[in-house]
């Protein structure tokens, strides 16, 4: 069950805007999404949510689709968004969900809220890429931007900015069929699933149709130092990762999973980037 849009005007000034997925009266799981995304990506798990009783509440980060933009944000800036919202939905402790571009802000709140945060899963995880020893299990278009972002951030600007009108179409289904020859098997399999399709790149279109500057505030978070260490994240984690990830290599996953004190390591065979949330959603143990 999906409740529509909710917008909570924050006391530091500013609004965020969330939705919510699976069982209302179930266990609380807050969801980060991805990058480029937004908070319509949850909706890959509503219905084993709503199977698994758990509640499902999704938010846009600052500057991303119905949230208010925040200049010069860092990391550290996401909790105490996060622990207002709680506050709000009368949520005391919890357990947090992120995919992709949503592991740093499960992190960042664990680090922050150990008392509040019991556990997190972290599906298919971007990593601190600062502190990676050696970035080549990144995507090679992540590595260029990350290339980009350091030499000529100003020539990486007006490429966002002309990406936009692309990353907001909506292709018709036979150049989404183009696309999907593009990924890697599993994946392509698995975004077959129209309502999968749907879920993941409706999320970044919504994202992109936000604001550009939104998006681009989002990335350079991923470029720069998180302000703490993995070692400090002090709740369980437990962190799935598909051994056919090409966003993030599982070479990257095990170098975090061992920075971790708490932390269950699981790879998946032949899941990908794509594959792994949309496919093992209803288990509470992927397969590996």
């Not at 989404?176 to 077959?192: F, I, Y």
């Not at 990335?219 to 966003?247: C, M, N, S, T």
Request: proline share 6%; net charge positive.
């Amino acid at each position: 069950m999906k409740i529509r849009e909710r917008v909570l005007r924050l006391q530091r000034g500013g609004h965020v805007a969330y939705d919510e997925y699976g069982d209302p009266r179930g266990v609380p799981v807050f969801f980060c999404h991805g990058w480029p995304s937004s908070r319509t990506m949850a909706e890959l798990t509503d219905a084993a949510a709503h199977d698994l009783g758990v509640r499902i509440i999704s938010a846009d980060r600052p500057g991303i689709s119905g949230s208010a933009f925040q200049a010069n944000r860092k990391l550290v800036d996401w909790p105490p968004i996060l622990k207002e919202l709680a506050d709000d939905l009368g949520i005391g402790d919890f357990r947090i969900l992120a995919i992709s571009g949503g592991a740093p802000y499960a992190y960042v709140t664990a680090w922050e809220m150990p008392q509040r945060v019991r556990a997190i899963a972290i599906v298919s995880g971007a990593a601190p890429i600062v502190d990676l020893s050696d970035q080549s299990g990144l995507l090679k278009l992540y590595r260029w931007m990350l290339a980009l972002y350091r030499t000529r951030p100003k020539l990486l600007r007006t490429l966002f900015y002309l990406a936009r009108p692309f990353a907001t179409f909506r292709m018709p289904i036979r150049y989404g069929r183009v696309l999907l020859k593009l990924l890697q098997p599993c994946d392509a399999e698995a975004l077959r699933d129209s309502a999968a399709f749907e879920a993941c790149f409706e999320s970044q279109r919504r994202a992109w149709r936000g604001s550009v500057e939104g998006v681009m505030t989002d990335a350079q978070i991923y470029a720069q130092p998180w302000g703490f260490a993995l070692e400090e994240v002090d709740v369980p984690v437990r962190l799935w990762h598909g051994k056919e990830d090409r966003a993030f290599s599982f070479r990257v996953a095990e170098e975090v999973a061992k920075r971790l004190p708490d932390c269950e390591a699981r790879y998946v065979d032949g899941a990908g980037h794509y594959s792994l949330p949309i496919c093992y959603m209803r288990e509470r143990r992927p397969r590996c």
